[in-house]
Every structure is written in C-alpha cells, then in structure tokens.
C-alpha cells in the first residue's frame, strides 16, 4: 500500500456551451501536477467533472428546447472528450446529476440540518444566473441602464423567493482564525487578502436554496425547494471519494485547482460548510489567472474564445499545454497569441530538438546507436545533473512556469556542454574522452524527457521508448541514474516540428 496520497481537483465545468480554452487550462495545469505527483511517488486521485444544475443551465437547455439532462448528456460528453484530447490523467470525471453526488450532497444538507445550521426565511436581492452567484448591494453598479455585477460585469436581476439559509454569519471567526492557523490554504499569496478583506467584511447568512425553478438537487423533506448550485457543486469534490460511504482513502483533498473568479465559492463557502457539518476542510486552494484574448477573459458571453479543439487540431495537445505552461506564469493572468506559440514551438525544436539530433546522430553513426563504454571511475560533472529538490519545489509551490523553463534552460546548459566539447571533433578529443560526453548528454537528455513528461507526455514517452525507459519507469527517483553500458538504443523520429 502506497501511503504518500494526493488527491487533486479541477473545477467542475458548466456544460452551458462547448469547452474553451480557459477550461482546458485549468486542466492542463491540474494534469501537469497529477503527473508530477505521480512520478515522483504519489498515488494521485485527480479528479474532474461537469457542474449540471441551476438555473443556468436550465436556460440554456430550454434555448434549445431540450429537457435539461439530455441537454447536458450531450454536452458533458464535449468536457470528457475534451480531456482525452488534452491527454488528462484524471482517475474519475464526475456528473453532478449522478446519484453518488446527489446522495452525497442530501447527505451533506442533513448534517447541516443536525448541526441547526440551516434556517427557513425569504431572500431578497440581486443575483446573476450567468455567475450562479448573490452579490451586495455594494457590488453591483449600473450600465447602460442594466445592474451588473462589478467583478464579473455580468447582468444581475432582482430575486425574491423563500430560501432556506446557511448561518454563514456564524463563520467569519472560524474562517479568519482558519486562514491566519493555515497560512498556505489560499494561494498564490497575492490571492489571500482579497479574501481575507471580504470575511474581515462581515458575512451575511448565505441564501442555499431556490424555489422558482426546479433543476437541481431537492432538499430532503421539503420538494419544493431545489438546492443552490454551489452548495451542489462544491460537494462533487467529496461525493467523488464515496466519502460517507467508508472509501474515504483521499478527502480531505490536496489541492483544488481553480480560476480566480470562483475564489470565494472554494475559499470561503466551502470551507464554512464543511465546518459546519464538522467534516475535513480542503488543504490548499489555487485560484491561477485568466487566459486572455486580447485584454479580455475569454467567455462565451464575450464572444472572444479560443477553440482548444482547433488549436490542438493543428497544433498537438502536448504543444499547447507546453506553451500555456511555460508562457502563462502560473496564478497569473496570460495572453496567448498565435505568433508567440509558434516562438515557443520553435525554440523547443532548436533546443530539445535538436540536442537529441545531434547526440543520435554521432551515435548512430559510430557507435551503432549503443550506450558508450564510459571508462572505470569517471563521474558526469555536477553541473549536468539535475537537483531534484528544485523541481520538487517548483511543483510543491505551484510554480509551473518555473518547473517548464527549468526544463528548457537545463537543455540549454546540456547543449553548451556539447558545443563546448564537440563530441564529433575527434582532433581535440580521445575516443574515451567523446564516448565519456556522449554518455554524459544521454543521461541529461533521459532527465530532461522524465522532467518534460508531466508538460509533455506524448514525446516524453515517446524519446523515453527509444533509450528503452517505459512510461512506468517514468520516475523522479530515476533522475540523475546512469545508463547500461551498450545497450541498443534506437534514434526517435521527428520530435518537435518547426513552423515557419
Ligand atoms: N461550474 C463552476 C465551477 C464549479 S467548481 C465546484 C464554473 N464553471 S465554468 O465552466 O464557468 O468555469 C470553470 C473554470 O474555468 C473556472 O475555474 C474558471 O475560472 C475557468 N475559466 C473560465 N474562463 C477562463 C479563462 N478565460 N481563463 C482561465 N480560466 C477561466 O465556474
């Protein structure tokens, strides 16, 4: 049995409209850290799903005049194709309309219930169905005679209806005392105070269900109310490790990858709750930033999207999800363009690329593509190595930018090493002496392919095949490991393509 668990979430997406690429990047960050944690030793449960009820997708079904669960068969079945195209790792996908997230969550109202944490009464207020979310007075303003929402600018409207509320007032000391007792819950950092500042703000009781419509989870004992989406949705991350049903190997979770617009959902709301029903709270939030058009959020209210689809279509899955690793610094905002992806996908070919060319090359020639007999006592120089404590850290703080170009500058440093000793210039250097750099650059080249595998999995298992490592001896622990002498390698085909 494997101790070292970790258990990894993306949102849970609303399949109101096919996926873009703001969705895929939440999942593509998510991946590259299951991956990671994989490697180097975790059993990693990574988990992803869809988010199906409310009124809003309620709307957009009857748009199409369909009944909303068809509606979200068919587009729930986009998200699972997407994250194959993406090559996730996710080890389950969740549908909120399943029966083991509505048990779960019936389950979870009824702890709140015990805890007399719920209450009947009537909201009134503003609320915005495309965010699914209430907002103060205080944060909405008017524009163009419509009320809207300052941070997200979608339209609000007015809503009264009976409710049953969540004392989250009673929270705002818990959560504070809980934020200032775990430092690292809410990161990056820079997102922390923004939290902080809206508890320190006081907490009204939260509205958590809805009687003018009827898609969605009903509250146990009273029919005519359907629970808040959010409330349902949260829970899809604990419904998911059958938690109440004694299979709790994961909860509570690791990480929850998010975007920073549903930061107060997952760092304030959920957290309550699960005081609240006296159940384990998530140990870290990430709310990484936008991936922008323009100066935009791309959304489809906005018009603005990006077809991952298409980009990958053309481009390869493992190439964009390089690009928006290495190029998006991870928690913040990114513009992606087409003229920089094709900098970045070139770059990658001429250094990666092309080191493993040109060791393949001399080896193929020479040595008939076997690893060198290096001689008795010679050591690779520390400089080639790689320090795995490093990268372990990039990953554990969530620098995923950082671990990406890591990777590349490590390669740049391997291909100095070769222009430097010119292991085809047998003037200046014994035979000893370039059969000793070729095995050198083969080490370095297994540890750029194992260190590239969590970005790039595809060419990574692909190279990895060629110097005989299979995608289960894929490991941290392997870093820095030698090869066996003469043993038959064979010379990858194209790896990287070049764009003009
Ligand atoms: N269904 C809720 C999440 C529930 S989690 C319990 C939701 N869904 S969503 O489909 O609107 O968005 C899902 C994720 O995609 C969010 O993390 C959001 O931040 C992210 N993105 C949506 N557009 C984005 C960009 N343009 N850029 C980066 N990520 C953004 O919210």
Not at 56 to 77: G, T, V, Y
Not at 245 to 256: K, R
Not at 316 to 344: A, Q
């Amino acid at each position: 049995m494997n101790n070292k668990k970790f258990y990894i979430t993306t949102p849970i997406y609303y399949p109101s409209a096919k996926p873009h690429m703001g969705h895929a990047y939440s999942s593509i960050a998510s991946d590259v850290i299951a991956r990671f944690k994989r490697i180097n030793g975790y059993d990693v449960s990574f988990l992803t799903g869809t988010d199906e009820h409310g009124l809003k997708i309620q709307r957009a079904a009857e748009e199409q005049n369909s009944d909303p669960l068809s509606f979200c068969d068919k587009i729930s079945q986009t998200f699972i194709d997407l994250s194959n195209t993406l090559n996730l790792s996710n080890t389950d996908f969740i549908r909120t309309t399943e029966d083991r997230h509505k048990n779960t969550v019936k389950k979870l109202w009824s702890l709140l219930q015990e805890n007399d944490q719920l209450y009947l009464s009537k909201y009134a207020g503003w609320y915005s169905v495309s965010d699914e979310a209430y907002y103060l007075e205080n944060e909405v303003e008017e524009l163009d005679g419509k009320k809207i929402s300052k941070s997200s600018g979608s339209e609000v409207t007015w809503m009264e209806e009976e409710s049953f509320f969540f004392k989250l007032s009673d929270w705002q000391k818990p959560l504070l005392d809980f934020y200032k007792n775990n430092p690292d819950f809410i990161q990056p950092e820079s997102r922390k105070n923004e939290v902080i500042s809206f508890v320190s703000g006081g907490l009204k009781d939260l509205s958590v269900s809805r009687t003018t419509f009827d898609w969605g989870i009903e509250v146990p004992n009273n029919k005519k109310h359907v629970m808040y989406v959010w409330l349902d949705a949260l829970t899809n991350y604990l419904s998911a490790t059958n938690y109440f049903n004694n299979h709790n190997d994961f909860w509570p979770a690791d990480v929850h990858i998010i975007g920073k617009d549903i930061l107060r959902f997952h760092a304030v709301y959920w957290p309550a709750f699960l005081m609240a029903a006296k159940l384990p709270v998530p140990k870290q939030i990430f709310g990484h930033g936008w991936i922008l058009s323009g100066e935009e959020k791309m959304s489809k209210s906005k018009g603005n999207i990006l077809d991952p689809l298409e980009l990958i279509n053309q481009y390869g899955s493992d190439e964009i999800r390089y690009y928006l690793m290495k190029d998006v610094i991870f928690g913040l905002d990114g513009k992606i363009n087409i003229d920089n992806l094709r900098i970045t996908l070139n770059d990658l070919a001429n250094n990666i690329g092309n080191l493993s060319n040109r060791i393949f090359t001399i080896l193929n020639k020479n040595y008939e593509c076997k690893v060198p007999q290096i001689n008795d006592g010679y050591t690779i120089n520390s400089d080639l190595l790689v320090d795995k404590k490093t990268i372990i850290q990039f990953i554990d703080k969530y620098e995923l930018h950082n671990y990406t170009k890591f990777i590349h500058s490590y390669s740049s440093t391997i291909n100095k090493y070769v222009n430097d000793n010119e292991p085809w210039n047998k003037k200046n250097n014994s035979e000893q002496n370039i059969k000793n750099i070729l095995f050198s650059t083969l080490v370095a080249l297994k540890n750029i392919f194992i260190l590239l595998y969590p970005v790039m999995p595809l060419v990574s298992i692909k190279f990895l095949k060629s110097l005989n490592v299979n995608e289960n001896e894929i490991k941290i622990d392997n870093i820095n490991e030698k090869l066996t002498i003469n043993d038959q390698l064979t010379k990858p085909d194209i790896l990287f393509k070049k764009y003009e």
